[in-house]
């Protein structure tokens, strides 16, 4: 059995994973997070202590004669974190690169690794708790084969999906299409649910489409997933969405789900909330709306665009001529009033050269010319103003 194991990255799922081993009885796990020595890592460095980890001083003392490294890092920093440990593997360790990425960056992690580690692509297809080490996993590759007694021995769960790095990555990306963009539209779903008043009646009413879901409990869960795992669900969107852009499909439904993601990430509900999780939505929603209130149209307009969502303010009308104006395109023009003196009205809304823009026309300044496009003659329209019908100018 495997005696020695590293954690590189010692969040969530490197702490669930790690403790489900050691109340299993391994001993000697060693972990590196890159943020134990900032003011972010007392947490880190707490939970190692509770589960009796031992915390590395760096990624080479971690992986010092270690047998098994598991890589559980942010979707974004899974290429650094297999670098960091390159240059200083010996002996061949098996490398399961937990980490949700997309098959292209799995194969280009393989390729760093040749030769220095026995690199094992591994996909977690559940949530991590409360199953932790046994939350069943994919795993692919050259060496997963290989590998699978030895996991099993660990009495982790797991099926073999092929001996071609990035299988298993492909499964658990493409699912993720499914699995968070159904977590984004409730999101978004039931905020505008609750802005309507009609929660409890939307939520009946999906039981008319799919009868056999327990909607109250999927839209608990899946409020409470994004709101505690924002962020990281966010950036494994944007891999979700590589993955797509590698298969040749355009990820519309997937970068949209990302932005969604990070949008919620970004309210900091999971700050309001203390890190604590809950799955009620009688407390997340209300949460939400007041975030959404708190925050100003320039934060939103900042967070959105950076994501890549179209956005626009809706402004007051004088917001929207000064906002025209200092695009260098002004919305109002100048002109001339007979007696009104100069007026600033609306310009031309159609791009390009147009003519100049008419003053207002005074009180019955068209009126006969109009009335004679009509077919009137002369004597009928005098005889129309003599009667106080008509004004003529």
């Not at 009033?337 to 008419?358: M, N």
Request: with cysteine.
């Amino acid at each position: 059995m495997t005696e020695r194991i590293a954690f590189i990255g010692f969040g969530e799922a490197g702490q669930a994973i790690a403790s489900g081993l050691r109340e299993s009885g391994i001993e000697r796990i060693a972990a590196w997070d890159i943020l134990l020595p900032q003011a972010a890592g007392e947490r880190l460095k707490a939970a190692g202590d509770k589960l009796g980890i031992r915390l590395a001083t760096s990624a080479e003392d971690a992986v010092a004669e270690t047998d098994l490294i598991v890589s559980a890092v942010t979707a974004a920093s899974s290429l650094e974190a297999a670098r960091s440990v390159e240059p200083h593997l010996t002996g061949s360790p098996w490398y399961l690169d937990i980490n949700s990425v997309s098959p292209g960056r799995k194969q280009e992690t393989e390729k760093l690794l040749a030769g220095k580690a026995r690199y094992v692509d591994v996909a977690v297809v559940a949530a991590i708790h409360p199953a932790r080490h046994r939350t069943p996993l994919l795993i692919a590759g050259p060496h997963a084969e290989a590998a699978a007694p030895l996991l099993r021995e660990l009495d982790m769960q797991l099926s073999v999906v092929g001996p071609q790095t990035g299988a298993a990555a492909a499964i658990k990306m493409i699912r993720s299409v499914m699995i968070k963009g159904i977590e984004a539209l409730t999101m978004e779903c039931f905020v505008a649910a609750s802005r309507a008043g009609i929660v409890d009646e939307v939520a009946a009413s999906l039981k008319n489409n799919y009868p056999a879901l327990d909607w109250n409990r999927v839209i608990e869960y899946n409020l409470e997933r994004m709101a505690s795992h924002g962020v990281r669900r966010a950036d494994e969107m944007d891999q979700v969405a590589e993955t797509l852009r590698e298969f040749g499909i355009e990820p519309l439904m997937a970068a949209a789900t990302a932005a969604r993601q990070q949008w919620l990430a970004d309210l900091g509900v999971k700050e309001r909330l203390g890190d604590r999780k809950t799955e009620n939505r009688a407390e997340l929603i209300p949460l939400l709306q007041a975030r959404l209130r708190e925050r100003p149209a320039e934060d939103w307009l900042a967070a959105l665009d950076a994501a890549g969502v179209p956005v626009g303010k809706v402004r007051t009308v004088p917001e929207a001529l000064a906002a025209a104006a200092a695009a260098g395109r002004p919305a109002t023009q100048a002109v001339d009033h007979p007696t009104a003196g100069e007026l600033d009205l609306v310009a031309s809304p159609i791009w390009g050269p147009t003519g100049p823009t008419s003053a207002p026309p005074l009180l019955g300044e068209h009126t006969a010319e109009v009335l004679a496009e009509l077919g009137r003659s002369n004597e009928e329209i005098e005889a129309l103003a003599g009667r106080g019908v008509v004004r003529l100018g």
